[in-house]
């Protein structure tokens, strides 16, 4: 613990001679010894792992069986088609994966920091990755800080720490301060830390921690025993897949029971058990799950969003819980001036009169040493919202300091927390200003300008002065007190005159106050986590409204006496976390899992990675955003908007209502055929269709359709509704009964399309129409053919027609805009073109082993295909009289 100890045993401890540095050569070979001064990242995938990764799910598992026990059954077109799908899911998974991490690399900057070291005696910039525990390190404002530092000198120096313990105002460091025993990180004044940046002062330190052993490390570190989670998405799909197999285990030991039973041809009967196996799985659903995740990502970079992982678009449509950091991601990391006391009265910032308060803005202009050119923002954050209060005004300190040039100066330090500058004005006199702490300064006041009058000042002046300082401080604002003293080059500090004070804070982003109101009225809890301060966590909550009451605010240090199971139990009550350290934000982030919520972190900084980690989605900032913060997350904002979130919750509850959609279309389209193929079977008739029917009904027919249906509108008012139970099943809310209701209708019209051709040729010979002669008569390959052929059709084109009222399962397709989903046009035109081909065309009909029809046959099969169509209708209508007769009841 470094801290603890003086700067003069530090150097003894580490061998180095502060005024010398370390020799170039003893610099290597510490180096050599510890390694470059780099945290250790994680081994980007390559291009084939990122394949085979694609491959590591139920649904992909069992497709490989069905292919390889068609291989087996020497069924090549089938093993083909099946690979074939299998092949594009991973390729389109590998190849998102591989443009995320694109998109990441060139995000990081492409030049490594440098750093200003003294060795050998002398000064010279090295990369930081060349640095070396013991090398003495010259810090000066805009530098960042290349190593965890133990500081041998400090000159009002002051250091950005925010994207460490997430306090948006610079810490004050003092080269002399000894910690006395274990102490918080921001607290430690005397130490300056990696990757942290450098806002005001000079200073020197000698390097006591490089690379993965520099705080920064340290919780880039814990990120390497967190495991990737699955999904919302991928649990419900591979519970599905899981059931899938077990069904098709279970039809292949009936068929094989029936085969036995009924003393069919055994490799017939297990080359139908197979059939029947492969009519229960979706085979197209992998990829029209994969297919419309992608296309939710290319939406999604339409809004600044970078996805590294397919299924956390759809993730965040689950979300209930938002965990956010402050600085940066709700506020927007930029101090702002929000309020002024002069002339004995409050203000806000924007009603200043830059005639009647010119001297008021000047001092805080001229007592600056910031500078503000356009985007070059140097200084410490507090001085840059004074130049940016005087921008507003069309003053600059540049400006102002041609027409009143500095002739001294006093710097400001952390004993006497005051600056003053001196300057000559145009008219040869001296005028002088002072900024600082208000009970400082005001002590050293005397007199008071008010009006453009100048007064003694009197115990009721200074009870007003107080009293607004004390209101601004209620507001959470930083007070920053002014005067002047005229006449006296000395920068005296004493003797002075009250001109005013100024608040300040880190405001919200006005976007943010929007997405957490859209975010309330979705049923989504926001909560704050910061580093930062109680008063001012709370202030900066009430304003965008995400707490109420103090009550719901919860500190650090409350935090580390409470247990998890404590924690736990009092989550749901809590709004806001304020001085909390990294390990408080992932217990926060366990306690709302520990009570099913799904839920997500957002935030930029080194401190914020190991929750986004654990949380079920992260989401990091792009621009302000730590390389660490970036690896963690699952998704990152490239904007730094946190509204950008609001539009992704919103965009993946569209996902996976459009996901479910597709799967129960898909789903009671396979039951259907499983259902006619049993029912023939088990009844002692021929298949009504064969292995290449089903795949091509599922992979064609279906998946064009299904694609059509997960790239669907979403509904206008899906912001509206409570999030989704995370345990909530595919088939909740009357999906199951909706899948077998379709699922029977199909099979129905499937069989009955399949008896039509013997039927009709027993009536046509004139003999009586049974269960025998039916059989019979599908023994003769000429109407087994045109049998299969009429099934086949009807199969197809009664899915296409099915497809079209999924769209909205409480909506007449009369009612429908149907040009609001021009893929569900083009997926049913190319579809019963397709189903045109495979019988008219002579070359596939002869493949798929159908037989020609005539335009009387197609228009019968048709008409028999829009069935689910009108069962839509009879099922809309019926909820339609439901709707009315439950609002006269009311």
Known sequence: MYESKSAQSVCQELSVDPRQGLSEQEAQRRLQENGPNELREKKQKSRVQMFLSQLRDPMIYILFAAA???????????????????????????????????????????????????????????????????????????????????????????????????????????????????????????????????????????????????????????????????????????????????????????????????????????????SLAVAAIPEGLPAVVTIVLALGVQRMVKVNTIVRRLPSVETLGAVSVVCSDKTGTLTQNRMTVKSCYLDGELRAATELDDKRDRRFLEGFILCNDASLEGQNRLGDPTELALLDMGARYSLTREGLQRELPRINERAFDSERKMMTTVHRTPGGSVRAYTKGGMDLLLARCDRISERGETRPITEQDRGRIAGAAAQMARQALRVLALAEREGDESASEENLTFLGLCGMIDPARPEARDAVQVFREAGITTVMITGDHRDTALAIAKDLGIAEREEQCMSGDELDELPQEELNRRIGGLRLFARVSPKHKVRIVKAFQSQGQIVSMTGDGVNDAPSLKAADIGVAMGITGTDVAKGAADMVLTDDNFATIERAVEEGRGIYQNIKKSVLFLLSSNFGEVIAMFCAIAAGLAAPLRAIHILWVNLITDSLPGLALGVDSKDKDIMKDPPRDPKESLFAHGGLALTLFYGVVIAAMTLSAFLYSPIRHLMGAGMPVSFAGIRDMLLQPDILLHAQTYAFVTLGTSQLFHAVGMRNTSRSVFRMNHLENKTMLLAFAVGFVLQIAVTEVPLLSSLFGTAQLSLTEWVDLVLLSLLPLVFHELIVLAKWIKGKAGSRAD
């Open 68 to 274: 390889a026990i068609s291989i087996f059954l020497r069924e090549w077109s089938d093993a083909l088609i099946i690979l074939m799908v299998v092949l594009l899911n991973a390729v389109i998974g590998m190849t998102q994966e591989s443009k995320a991490q694109q998109a990441l690399e060139a995000l990081k900057k492409m030049s490594s920091p440098q750093a200003l070291v003294r060795r050998d005696g002398k000064l010279c910039e090295v990369p930081a990755a060349g640095l070396a525990v013991g090398d003495v390190v010259l810090l000066e404002a805009g530098r960042v800080v290349p190593a965890d530092l133990r500081l041998l000198e400090s000159m009002s120096l002051k250091v950005e720490e925010s994207a460490l313990t997430g306090e948006s105002v610079p810490a004050e460091k003092d080269a002399s301060f000894v910690a006395a025993g274990k102490t918080a990180l921001g607290d430690r004044a005397n130490m300056a830390y990696s990757s942290t940046s450098v806002t005001y002062g000079r200073g020197e330190g000698v390097v006591v921690a490089t690379g993965m052993n520099t705080e920064m490390g340290r919780i880039a570190s814990l990120l390497e025993g967190q495991k990737d989670e699955m999904t919302p998405l991928q649990r419900r799909l591979a519970d599905l897949g899981r059931l899938l197999g077990i069904l098709a285990v279970v039809i292949c030991v009936l068929m094989f029971g029936i085969a036995l039973i009924q003393r069919r041809d055994i490799p017939e009967m297990l080359l139908t058990a197979i």
